[in-house]
């Protein structure tokens, strides 16, 4: 798929945010729900990226998960803004998701904060 095509199918600010790794503002994300089996989908390739059970309410205004499935999420440095952070793409197609940080409230001690549009 090429990015004109992905262009077409996105809303623009699922382009954004997945293609030039926007962020949405917090506490906008639409209320989303896993598909059919219990997983959240990448909006660009439909690869199961999290599970519901890793779900948890963070507070911070961005869905949140404690856990990626296994191989589904690829880290990657990022010093932009002037910070170090991790950030984490779909393995699969390269879209950004978001970012991971080490402050998560459970035994994992992860926190993956996502974007709402970046699961189709
Ligand atoms: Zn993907």
């Given at each position: 798929m090429n990015e004109e095509e992905l262009k077409?199918?996105?809303?623009p600010e699922q382009y954004h945010i997945l293609r030039e790794k926007g962020t949405e503002?917090?506490?906008?994300?639409?209320h989303i729900e896993p598909g059919s089996d219990?997983?959240?989908?990448c909006?660009?390739?439909d690869a199961p990226l999290f599970s519901?059970?890793?779900k948890f309410e963070s507070g911070t205004g961005?869905?949140?998960?404690d856990q990626a499935l296994a191989g589904a999420v690829k880290e990657v440095s990022d010093d932009s803004y002037g910070m170090h952070r991790t950030e984490i793409v779909c393995t699969n197609c390269g879209s950004h998701l978001g970012h991971v940080f080490d402050d998560g409230p459970t035994e994992t001690g992860k926190r993956?904060?996502?974007?709402?549009?970046?699961?189709g």
């Amino acid at each position: 798929m090429n990015e004109e095509e992905l262009k077409k199918r996105l809303t623009p600010e699922q382009y954004h945010i997945l293609r030039e790794k926007g962020t949405e503002a917090a506490f906008t994300g639409k209320h989303i729900e896993p598909g059919s089996d219990g997983m959240y989908h990448c909006a660009v390739c439909d690869a199961p990226l999290f599970s519901a059970d890793a779900k948890f309410e963070s507070g911070t205004g961005w869905p949140s998960f404690d856990q990626a499935l296994a191989g589904a999420v690829k880290e990657v440095s990022d010093d932009s803004y002037g910070m170090h952070r991790t950030e984490i793409v779909c393995t699969n197609c390269g879209s950004h998701l978001g970012h991971v940080f080490d402050d998560g409230p459970t035994e994992t001690g992860k926190r993956y904060c996502t974007n709402s549009v970046c699961f189709g």
